[in-house]
């Protein structure tokens, strides 16, 4: 693991991009304390719940649809709206008084 202090980012920032490059974490240090710790992001990284995480705020957002969320988790959409369900999201979202409108007008 390298580390950089947060002068030598200002200073070089290949200091903190080259180990990056490498798939080597780096720890930041602000006056000889740990700061924090960066690293690439890789499928390896991903799969360990960033990835569901990402894609589970981006689903509950509307930005993807449930096709979208089952091809990302690498599940069935079945096995999908199951999950969901774990973790405690609606798979659909709508307006009730907007539904009942609507059939009453229908009928």
């Not at 930041?28 to 304390?33: A, D, E, L, P």
């Not at 096709?67 to 988790?73: H, S």
Request: net charge negative; hydrophobic share 40%; proline share 4%.
């Amino acid at each position: 693991m390298q580390t950089v202090g947060i002068r030598d980012l200002q200073l070089n920032p290949a200091s903190f991009t080259k180990p990056l490059e490498s798939n080597e974490f780096v720890m930041i240090t602000k006056r000889g304390k740990p700061l924090g710790i960066a690293t690439t992001f890789n499928d390896s990284i991903l799969n360990h719940g960033l990835m569901e995480s990402i894609v589970l705020k981006a689903f509950n957002q509307g930005d993807i649809s449930l096709g979208q969320l089952a091809t990302a988790l690498k599940l069935t959409k079945k096995e999908t709206m199951k999950y969901l369900e774990i973790v405690n999201t609606p798979v659909t979202d709508y307006d009730l008084e907007e539904d009942i409108k609507g059939i009453e007008a229908f009928l």
